[in-house]
């Protein structure tokens, strides 16, 4: 299935992906790969850069080599491997910071979100050893390694973990508050808030 003969909505998409890691013994179609490549592709980039760099990982020898670095492949017999090259990834004018993990983490959301649309399982990874993978993969010195997202048919269906309530997480700003509380300019009078 390819991602535009998907009949899954967005908010099927957001709302069934699930960190997958029990993954049939069969690996994922090449046209499968292709569709996720293709949702990569799409992810926006600080300043439209596009320093992502992905290694598509298949080699039985490679992926046993990788569960030396990390052991969360779950068995997954494709591993996308995402990296960024720091030699070109977009750091803010005003203090340098990087942002090539930002671009490697909306690259690797895409995947995943991609990968439910085609039925597939994903889970994203970041607790690997870097230098492991780095000589398994002989990544350039240039690329930094952001993520491995283990891909397959899913062998488990389950709902997303829990989340926090909304009004956990968000903080509305109805107003200027430090200009009008209590008729104060909280900046001015050099008070700073709690
Ligand atoms: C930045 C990031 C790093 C993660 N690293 C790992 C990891 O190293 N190993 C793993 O099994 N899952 C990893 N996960 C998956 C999270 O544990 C999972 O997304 C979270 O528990 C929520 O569960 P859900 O994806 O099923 O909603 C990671 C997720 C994110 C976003």
Same mark, same amino acid.
């Given at each position: ?50 320093? $992502? ?10 992926? $046993? ?121 909280? $900046? ?7």
């Amino acid at each position: 299935m390819t991602l535009k003969e998907s009949n899954k909505s967005f908010y099927d998409c957001i709302n069934e992906r699930f960190s997958c890691r029990k993954f049939k013994e069969d690996r994922i179609k090449t046209e499968e790969v292709e569709q996720l490549l293709e949702a990569a592709n799409l992810a926006p980039t600080a300043k439209n850069i596009q320093p $992502q760099r992905i290694y598509v990982v298949e080699n039985e020898a490679l992926l $046993q080599k990788l569960t030396e670095a990390t052991k969360y492949t779950y068995g997954a017999k494709t591993v996308f491997v995402v990296c960024y090259d720091k030699s070109i990834s977009y750091k803010r004018a005003i203090d340098e910071k990087e942002h090539g993990d930002i671009d490697c983490a909306i690259v690797a959301t895409h995947m995943m979100l991609a990968a439910t649309a085609i039925n597939l399982g994903s889970v994203m990874v970041c607790a690997f050893n870097e230098e492991i993978v780095r000589a398994v993969l002989s990544i350039p010195a240039n690329y930094v390694v952001s993520c491995l997202l283990p891909v397959g048919y899913p062998e488990e269906i389950r709902e997303h973990n829990t989340r926090i309530d909304i009004e956990d997480f968000v903080i509305y700003r109805w107003f200027d508050w430090k200009l009008t509380l209590l008729g104060l300019d909280l $900046q001015d009078a050099k008070v700073q808030p709690i």
